[in-house]
């Protein structure tokens, strides 16, 4: 055997430990160790300065509508696998609609109001844009398990009406309805339970399931529960990078209809719920575990 070959499997049994490592599940009831963190361009960026307190933002969605929460550990039982933790949260919401695309939604999902801008004495006012909203949320978790995890979450949103109107609520995709619920519908709540299984060391499946409620709104009224599910996968990258993809299903009331014939032999329209899919990506980043 040459030094060559000997220097490659010295450095590839070196190596082996932490590969064989086995990869860590997510959006868990765990805390991680002082000085870790983590962030994804579309996933939260976490930091816990001390033992059993997590910080988190969403760096994107902070662009818009400012964002943080705090996390912190509640308890582990000790003779279970079960750990318990609480959030405190808190967003400016409703600042996503003071302006325009690429930095807003004002006009894409809301009214403009250029011309109460230009003219703000011009009769009448009919201006819809939401006003200022502030929404606390406050949420508790529970997992079980180490390698494979069963986490179930249950949080509420209440929006605060800071100044201004609250607003009509929204009638676009089922995702935004649920994100700007606190502006629009008052408040959001929500159950969620999700299961990170471990295939091999370095590859993670998980499934979700969430049931979310608003409050209902205007007559005529929505639904105010929404129904939604993911399945994804986690594939080691590096040593402390991870790639996720996976597909998100949405089940609403968006006020869609059918026309289906009565036993009269005429036709009527018949109030349906909406089916939406949409793909979900990102590629993640985690230090000092």
Known sequence: MT?????ALALLCAAAPATAQTLAP???????PAGSGGVGIFNPLTYTPTAGVELSTYPLAALIAPNGAM???LCTAEDAPLTLSWELGASLPSAAFLSGPPLGLAGYVTPSCKVH???PDRAPNDCQRPGAVF???LGLAASWGRDDVLTAKVDYTYGFLLSGERGTPLDTWAPLNLLFAPVFDTWRAHLGVRYDHALL???RVAAEAHLYRVARGPVPGRDPHTFVAHLGTDLRTTTHTRLTFGAMYWNS???AVEVEPDADGYSRFVHVRSHDFGPTLDFLWRWGD
Do not use: F
Request: net charge positive; hydrophobic share 30%.
């Open 3 to 7: 030094r060559t070959t000997s220097a």
């Open 71 to 73: 996390r912190a550990h």
């Open 201 to 203: 060391p370095g590859w």
């Open 26 to 32: 997510r959006d868990t009831a765990h805390v991680g």
């Open 135 to 137: 929404a606390p949320s």
């Open 117 to 119: 801008a230009a003219e």
């Open 253 to 255: 009331d968006q006020r």
